[in-house]
């Protein structure tokens, strides 16, 4: 079966402008996270969606903000970039049970 | 406040010798604990779980070994191969309390050389 598919791959922005990155997740996976990747950091928690709810939410500013559509597909958005916002972006879908997940390839931002 | 970690940021091992990368949580809510190996700008890829029920996980080559009391996991590789050169990234989460976030540790570098 198709993995998770994240679009696109990579992104260049200018400080201050908006951007929506997408996730497709697994057929049959109602479940979608979304993480942020940076050197500094590692792996962080955004937020996670299970039938277009919101679920949970992790510590970053509301700037950054997500959605789930009835397909289970996800955007999330991230408004007014900053430098700092420039990181691998990955998204990981699962049934929603708490095991399972499975991640996409990411997308690149980077803000300039 | 880093709930789950990753001491060795590096580990180097022969190949078909054996690999151990070690992680250490501080939040005895976590029921969950999965790892997961990472290629640069790649997804993580998903090798093995463990639920807390259990102190011993085995998959093929790859067995995670959780103690609860120590709040200590780890995985180990058995044979090495020059192919398992990645990052591994241990990951925690509190499925009991239905907080379906999975909260990472740092990563360690694992290089096994031919």
């Known amino acids: 079966k198709a993995g998770v598919t994240q679009t696109p791959r990579y992104l260049i922005k200018t400080r201050g402008q908006q951007v929506t990155l997408s996730c497709s997740p697994i057929?049959?996976?109602?479940?979608v996270s979304w993480y942020q990747q940076t050197p500094g950091q590692g792996l962080q928690f955004l937020f996670e969606?299970?039938?277009?709810?919101?679920?949970n939410k992790g510590n970053f500013p509301g700037r950054f903000s997500g959605r789930q559509f009835s397909n289970s597909r996800s955007e999330m958005n991230v408004s007014t970039l900053e430098l700092g916002d420039s990181a691998l972006y990955l998204c990981?879908?699962?049934?929603?049970?708490?095991?399972?997940?499975?991640f996409g390839s990411g997308t690149r931002l980077t803000v300039v | 406040d880093q709930q789950v970690k990753q001491n060795s940021p590096s580990l180097s091992v022969q190949e078909g010798r054996i690999s151990i990368l070690n992680c250490d949580y501080t939040?005895?809510?976590?029921?969950?604990f999965l790892w997961y190996k990472k290629y640069p700008a790649e997804g993580p890829t998903f090798l093995i779980s463990?639920?807390?029920?259990?102190d011993k996980n085995e998959d093929g080559r790859f067995t995670v070994f959780l103690n609860k009391s120590a709040k200590h996991l780890s995985l180990h590789i058995v044979p090495s191969q020059p192919g398992d050169s990645a990052v591994y990234f241990c990951?925690?989460?509190?499925?009991?309390?239905?907080?379906?976030?999975?909260?990472f540790g740092k990563g360690t570098l694992l290089t096994v050389n031919p």
């Open positions: 990981a879908s699962s049934s929603g049970q708490g095991n399972g997940y499975t």
């Open positions: 057929s049959g996976h109602r479940s």
């Open positions: 969606y299970f039938s277009e709810t919101q679920r």
């Open positions: 939040n005895s809510m976590f029921d969950y």
């Open positions: 463990i639920s807390s029920i259990k």
């Open positions: 990951a925690a989460s509190d499925v009991g309390g239905s907080n379906y976030k999975l909260t």
